[in-house]
């Protein structure tokens, strides 16, 4: 899997989910190698990120190689000796975050601090809220939902399509994920009786009213409130029991390789 994000500096980021992140005053956009290979026109600013765990996939190798000479590149791998080196202008190794799923946990993860890191925030909460994450039972209930919404405000969103990506890949599960103020506008109406909207964020910053309006769908509101990246570990082991009791492999997803390698 890989994307490319498009900043004014060599800031990090994962996917499009992951790379919402940092979409702002600095970034001028972000986007699926898949889609901006087939957008010669765009406007690249002054660097191309890719983000690669393999360093293979096919689509961010290509424009690596027409960037050449043109924008400089860098590009984030878990297998820095992969085709990218030699495709990218520079190489961000993350090689102890290699993992042998197909379904990105520990890269996805370890980009993510990486990228905040980068932009200065202070991550010393993040081992003992990430320990509690894997300690702690899971909620109740989430383990007989039939779907998923998963919920989140600013950076938040990102970690929200994140956990709805997971959610989809490991476990088949019906997963959508929405801006907080955008799921009253008629996302709201798919949340009922066992189904749950997971908010990622401090249960203190819901919207006025909307854990009331969750209620009375008769759905079930998760807010754990620790970190969001701490939050997703828990999402990430959601996904493996919920495959594990419906007899798939959430290390080897149906019809996905670990790298989309085009011929």
């Known amino acids: 899997m890989g994307e490319l994000v498009l900043r004014q500096f060599p800031q990090i980021g994962e996917r499009v989910d992951v790379g919402l992140l940092v979409d702002g005053p600095l970034a001028r956009g972000v986007g699926p190698a898949a889609a901006v290979v087939h957008r010669p026109d765009l406007e ?75 932009l200065g925030e202070d991550l010393g909460h993040l081992p003992q809220q990430g320990h509690s994450a894997l300690d702690e039972p899971l909620p109740t209930g989430v383990l007989e939902a039939e779907q998923f919404t998963f919920l989140g405000q600013g950076w938040g969103y ?47 910053a819901l919207p006025s009213g909307l854990a009331d309006d969750i209620a009375r769908t008769g759905g079930q509101l998760v807010a754990l409130g620790r970190d969001p990246l701490a939050d997703l570990v828990v999402v990430h082991r959601l996904a493996a029991a919920l495959a594990s009791a419906r007899g798939l492999d959430p290390d080897n997803p149906r019809h996905l390789p670990r790298s989309v390698i085009l011929a």
Do not use: N
């Open 158 to 204: 990102g970690i929200a399509q994140e956990a709805a990506l997971k959610m989809r890949e490991a476990a088949s599960a019906w997963t959508e994920a929405y801006p907080v103020m955008e799921y009253r506008h008629g996302p709201i109406s798919v949340t009922g009786p066992g189904r749950v909207a997971w908010w990622f964020g401090d249960p203190a």
């Open 44 to 118: 690249l600013g002054d660097r191309v990120v890719a983000l690669t765990r393999s360093g293979t996939t096919t689509e961010v190798l290509e424009l690596l190689r027409r960037l050449r000479g043109r924008t400089p590149t860098t590009a984030v791998t878990a297998v820095p000796e992969s085709p990218v080196r030699g495709s990218a202008d520079a190489v961000v190794p993350l090689d102890f975050a290699d993992e042998t799923s197909v379904v990105q946990t520990r890269f996805a993860s370890a980009e993510l601090v990486l990228l905040r890191a980068h």
